[in-house]
């Protein structure tokens, strides 16, 4: 079952992917494994506590890692699988972390909101693909066609490695560890 959620105030129940599914399912399923978790390690706290950034002078937080991943989504899956002119959410040219950069009037209710309806655009992009289905867009850097494939595994490895980022964030606010 899909990650899909518009309460950003409680944890998303996270599924463990099936163990013998097929290639197509595996990717979904740790893809939407990770995006879950990284809504678990948002849940439950203040705008204030998702802006708190990890050690100085890095400005990471939990609410720059979701908008962050609202502009990646939108990246790999409207402007390079379906092709889209799609502008920026946060990112821009002169500063492409732009949406790790928060202020305090930067609040996790309307990051949280952009980034639900990325994943879902996102879906309905991959839906009825085959895995080597070549984009309509681009690699951003190389220039290269790229299939649905090498999205699938590059988000889950952008995720794992934000997810991990998260979780020693959560740790100094809060103490919480774990799933």
Same mark, same amino acid.
């Given at each position: 079952m899909p990650f899909m959620t518009t309460d950003h105030t409680a944890a998303p129940e996270r599924v463990y992917p099936d163990t013998t599914?097929?290639?197509?399912? &595996? =990717?979904?399923?740790? =893809?939407?494994?990770?995006? @879950?978790? =990284?809504?678990?390690?948002?849940?439950?706290? !203040?705008?204030?506590? *998702? $802006?708190?950034? !990890?050690?100085?002078?890095s400005e990471l937080n939990l609410l720059g890692l979701v908008r962050h991943m609202a502009d990646v989504?939108?990246?790999?899956? $409207?402007?390079? /699988?379906?092709?889209?002119?799609a502008p920026w959410l946060y990112a821009t040219d002169e500063d492409? #972390?732009?949406?790790?950069?928060?202020? #305090?009037?930067?609040?996790? @209710?309307?990051?949280? &909101?952009?980034?639900? @309806?990325? %994943?879902?655009?996102? $879906?309905?992009?991959?839906?009825?693909? @085959? =895995? #080597? #289905? /070549?984009c309509a867009g681009t690699h951003h850097r190389t220039g290269? *066609? %790229?299939?649905? $494939?090498? %999205?699938?595994?590059h988000m889950i490895e952008e995720y794992a490695r934000h997810n991990g980022h998260a979780d020693l964030i959560r740790e100094r606010i809060d103490g919480a560890t774990g799933a």
């Open positions: 599914t097929g290639e197509r399912q &595996a =990717l979904e399923q740790w =893809l939407e494994f990770h995006r @879950a978790t =990284l809504a678990a390690k948002c849940a439950g706290l !203040s705008d204030e506590q *998702l $802006r708190t950034v !990890s050690v100085p002078p989504e939108r990246g790999w899956f $409207r402007k390079v /699988l379906g092709g889209e002119a492409f #972390d732009r949406g790790i950069h928060t202020t #305090d009037g930067d609040g996790y @209710a309307e990051a949280f &909101a952009t980034w639900q @309806a990325e %994943i879902g655009h996102a $879906r309905k992009l991959a839906e009825g693909r @085959a =895995l #080597d #289905d /070549l290269e *066609l %790229i299939n649905l $494939r090498w %999205i699938y595994l």
